[in-house]
């Protein structure tokens, strides 16, 4: 899902950049008061598992590659705005030392993986917690719905720039990130059910039965 420098054009760089400015500004705004000191320590542990997931990938060819993205993970455990604001770091750190994802490209990875892919998330798993479905459904559909979001927005930025025929990349970004979607899905899945059995005494869990708060 990173895209490197030289793939988008200047003014899908600006744009992606602005765009994604303003959500991160908004959003360190509505956190000031909203984030509990209690949740510094699992923000540092899943931040790590994060970046160690994202580091794995899976090249798919235009510039692009497929890997597992957190977003939801994130999302399900500490709020929206938390989990944009995580894999923004995480993004961040990738791009300037290891150049995973170039830094004129950097406003567009933050945009589909930081805050799409967070946000279609929320707004899936807020949507299904109105389904009869079970819970360990739920997260597996919001992950697999929201990398796919993500993978489409990705391969639109990359048409707007004219690198490649926006059907054949769209084709491509869909099915491998369905498959990630879904392997997405499932790892979420897992690894909540664990923090909901082994630590959700010392924070709370953002995710409940009614839905996920935005903070």
Same mark, same amino acid.
């Given at each position: 899902?990173?895209?490197? %420098?030289?793939?988008? %054009?200047? &003014? ?16 360190? @705004?509505?956190? &000031? ?23 794995? @990938? ?76 079970? %819970? ?72 409940? &039965?009614?839905?996920? &708060?935005?903070?």
């Amino acid at each position: 899902m990173h895209i490197p %420098d030289g793939f988008l %054009d200047l &003014k899908t760089c600006v744009t992606t950049y602005l765009l994604s400015g303003a959500a991160l500004s908004y959003g360190i @705004n509505k956190l &000031k008061n909203n984030f509990s000191e209690k949740n510094i320590p699992i923000l540092g542990i899943l931040g790590a598992f994060i970046f160690a997931a994202q580091m794995i @990938n899976i090249p798919i060819g235009f510039g692009t590659s497929g890997h597992l993205m957190g977003g939801v993970l994130a999302m399900l455990v500490l709020g929206p705005w938390s989990a944009s604001l995580i894999i923004t770091s995480i993004l961040v750190i990738q791009s300037v030392f290891f150049m995973d994802g170039g830094i004129l490209a950097l406003g567009a990875n933050v945009l589909n993986m930081a805050l799409i892919q967070v946000w279609a998330g929320y707004f899936i798993y807020n949507f299904l917690t109105k389904i009869n479905f079970s %819970d360990k459904l739920r997260i597996v559909i919001t992950g697999l719905s929201a990398t796919v979001i993500s993978a489409v927005f990705t391969a639109l930025e990359l048409s707007f720039s004219n690198i490649v025929n926006l059907n054949f990349i769209l084709a491509a970004m869909v099915g491998w990130h369905t498959i990630i979607g879904l392997m997405e899905g499932i790892i979420t899945m897992l690894v909540l059910s664990y923090l909901k059995k082994t630590v959700s005494t010392q924070f709370e869990l953002a995710y409940q &039965k009614e839905g996920v &708060k935005d903070a």
